[in-house]
């Protein structure tokens, strides 16, 4: 690890906690690569899933169900 990652990291614990989180996020953001037509096709597939589930075309699980049935499951 560079000197300067250290210096930021350590620059960053004084931050509050608020700041921390705000910081992370930034970080995150930058390492994320979408294009407008990436985002784009996500909404339009949410949107897709929300009405075929307000039609009653789908059914909706709740995630603690969910993950319990997968952990049952063999390898």
């Known amino acids: 690890m560079s000197k300067r990652i250290e210096d930021l990291i350590e620059a960053a614990a004084e931050l509050s906690r608020a ?5 992370v996020e930034a970080l995150l953001q930058s390492l994320r690569q979408t294009t407008p037509d990436i ?34 499951r063999p390898a």
Request: charged share 40%; glycine share 2%; with cysteine.
């Open 39 to 72: 985002d784009r096709a996500w909404v339009e597939e949410a949107e897709r899933r929300l009405a075929d589930w307000r039609a009653g075309r789908c059914e909706a699980v709740d995630a603690h169900s969910l993950l319990a049935d997968l952990r049952q």
């Open 19 to 23: 700041d921390r989180a705000a910081l």
